[in-house]
């Protein structure tokens, strides 16, 4: 979520452009995606159902499918070129396989592509048993709303984890657009106390956070505004600026940058939430009410 609404259009248009080079500049995200995927390892669980949330070009969703291969996985994400991108990501089955999925009468486990917003879930309520988002949360509309949702969608006794950005996150970036205009060049991301709050008010069991920097280097601004570009994460608030910057304007940002160059490289820093929490038994409503179960038992005739 970020301070100014976002541009839900432009968001998909912007990843759906991305998808065929996302791969080659997402070395971030791939990082991050391997250090969320760590964390699994000390998680005791065997899914039926992932939902992978923005599922981008599959990376993550590929080692879901093999880490839980019994399990039925649903790939979710805005932009359909990315999800085609997921898709051939994907091994194909053998002709073997073909025939005995056509054949068994307990179909093999299937990976789903869905294009639709996490903000709007389309599935039945308990349906999964993993929520799992890398680096998506931080296009989420309303934030408590979405997670709301996946606490929904969410099986009793089912996990939620995931990784998104906080409030450094570019912020070397932020502070040199401040030196052009007031308007919003950088997306605004929440804080991981306050994630941690909403986790709660979405029904969420004891929610675990964590926060580390990451910072990548480059010999120039081009190349980092390249990279940003080429995975589609590009400002998309509302009330940003329209048109490319002018000569003057980007030279004056450039230098404004210069002021950040550390051992003749120029730093971008992403500031990484990571947090897991469990569905629980689910019988608390998100509004605080508890939902108690009563057995009654039919006295039998003439007893």
Not at 109 to 138: E, G, I, K, Y
Not at 173 to 185: G, T, V
Not at 240 to 247: E, I, P, Q, Y
Not at 252 to 281: K, N
């Amino acid at each position: 979520m970020t301070e100014s609404e976002l541009d839900f259009a432009e968001v998909r248009r912007a990843f759906d452009h991305a998808a065929a080079s996302y791969d080659a500049h997402a070395v971030l995200q791939r990082e991050v995606c391997d250090r969320l995927l760590e964390r699994l390892d000390f998680m005791t669980l065997k899914p039926t159902r992932v939902l992978d949330i923005g599922t981008g070009t599959g990376y993550g969703q590929a080692h879901l499918r093999s880490r839980y291969a019994e399990a039925e996985c649903c790939a979710l994400d805005i932009a359909p070129a990315m999800l085609a991108a997921a898709r051939a990501r994907l091994p194909q089955p053998t002709w073997a396989q073909r025939i005995l999925q056509h054949l068994t009468p307990h179909p093999l486990p299937l990976t789903h592509m869905v294009c639709a917003d996490m903000d709007r879930l389309p599935l039945a309520p308990s349906s999964v048993n993993l929520v799992w988002s890398s680096l998506a949360l931080q296009w989420a509309h309303d934030l408590e709303a979405t997670l709301k949702g996946f606490y929904r969608v969410l099986a009793p006794g089912g996990l939620l984890i995931f990784a998104t950005f906080g409030p450094d996150t570019l912020k070397e970036l932020r502070a040199a657009f401040s030196a052009i205009d007031d308007a919003p060049h950088v997306n605004r991301f929440i804080d991981l106390h306050d994630i941690g709050d909403m986790l709660i008010h979405a029904g969420f069991a004891s929610p675990v956070m964590e926060m580390e920097m990451l910072t990548l280097t480059y010999a120039d601004l081009k190349t980092l505004m390249r990279d940003l570009k080429g995975i589609g994460a590009h400002n998309a608030a509302t009330t940003r600026r329209r048109g490319l910057l002018g000569k003057s304007a980007w030279a004056r940002l450039e230098q404004a940058y210069e002021a950040h160059r550390l051992e003749g490289r120029l730093p971008a820093t992403f500031e990484v939430i990571y947090g897991h929490a469990w569905a629980g038994d689910k019988t608390q409503r998100a509004d605080g009410r508890q939902v108690i179960q009563l057995k009654i038992q039919k006295k039998r005739a003439g007893s």
